[in-house]
């Protein structure tokens, strides 16, 4: 790969390579997502909201205070519901969202194959370990 900067060129049909610069915008973050629910817009375009769960913090939390410090819990109030807390939500057209599931496909395809190849070697591990 080369670091040299690409001029367009003036007639698109001597064109025989494009490059992509990846940047993050302001808002990038790395999330965790435990699931996914969505569905169809108005527009036909494909809606995903992803979200994690957790359980809920306090809704209140009562503390003693002993010898002017804070002590034993006296009580707490929570409410039992599992939060899901949505995350992100990515809306595509109908093109995106099929190559967004062949991409996914590709990549479970790949962690699949992974994890059999580690599960394979884990086990040869054992075999080896039982025989000596």
Known sequence: MSNERSQ??????????????????????VIH???????LTPALKVQMAFYSERSPLPETL??????DK??????????RSIV?????????DLDVAKSFVTWLNDKIAQAEEIKKINNLEVASNENRSKTT
């Open 84 to 92: 899901r807390e949505i995350e992100a939500s990515v809306v595509m």
């Open 33 to 39: 997502a435990d699931g996914v629910w969505g569905g």
């Open 70 to 79: 804070p002590g034993k819990e006296i009580s707490r109030v929570v409410d």
């Open 62 to 67: 009562t503390i003693a205070i002993e010898n």
């Open 8 to 29: 367009p060129n003036k007639d698109s049909s001597e064109l025989s390579s494009i490059s992509y610069r990846h940047i993050n915008s302001n808002y990038f973050r």
